[in-house]
C-alpha cells in the first residue's frame, strides 16, 4: 500500500510564504515525477509544478518566479516553496507521484494525496 500525505498548508496574507511537503511511504520500488496540483472551489484540478527525478522542472505560467518546486528521492518527499502569495492561489493543494511499486516494479502508476487547504486573504 503507498500513501501520499500532505502538509503545511494553512492561512496566510497577501505577499506570504507557505512550504508544502508531501511524503510517499509504503511498498514503493521508484519514484519518477512527482508534482503539486491545486483545484479550487468551482473549477478543474490543475498543474502547479513537477518534477523529474533528474530534478528537472516545469511550472504554471502562474505561478513562475514565486513557486519553487523541489524533492528529496533518499526520503522520498517533495517540496513546494510559496512566496508572494496571491488571493487567487487559494486552492486545496494536492501532491501527485508517478511510481512503481515492489509488487510490480515495471508498472507505472500515479499516486495521489488527500490535498492540503491553502488560504490566501487579509
Known amino acids: 500500500q503507498v500513501q501520499l500525505v500532505e502538509s503545511g498548508g494553512g492561512l496566510v496574507q497577501p505577499g506570504g510564504s507557505l512550504r508544502l511537503s508531501c511524503a510517499a511511504s509504503?511498498?514503493?520500488?521508484?519514484?519518477?515525477?512527482m508534482g503539486w496540483y491545486r483545484q479550487a472551489p468551482g473549477k478543474q484540478r490543475e498543474l502547479v509544478a513537477a518534477?523529474?527525478?533528474?530534478?528537472?522542472?516545469n511550472y504554471a505560467d502562474s505561478v513562475k518566479g514565486r513557486f519553487t518546486i523541489s524533492r528529496d528521492n533518499a526520503k522520498n518527499t517533495v517540496f513546494l516553496q510559496m512566496n508572494s502569495l496571491k488571493p487567487e492561489d487559494t486552492a486545496v493543494y494536492y501532491c501527485?507521484?508517478?511510481?512503481?511499486?515492489?509488487?510490480?516494479?515495471?508498472?507505472?502508476?500515479?499516486?495521489w494525496g488527500r490535498g492540503t487547504q491553502v488560504t490566501v486573504s487579509s
Open positions: 509504503g511498498s514503493i520500488f521508484i519514484i519518477n515525477n
Open positions: 501527485n507521484a508517478d511510481l512503481t511499486t515492489e509488487r510490480t516494479p515495471l508498472k507505472r502508476d500515479d499516486y
Open positions: 518534477i523529474t527525478r533528474g530534478g528537472s522542472t
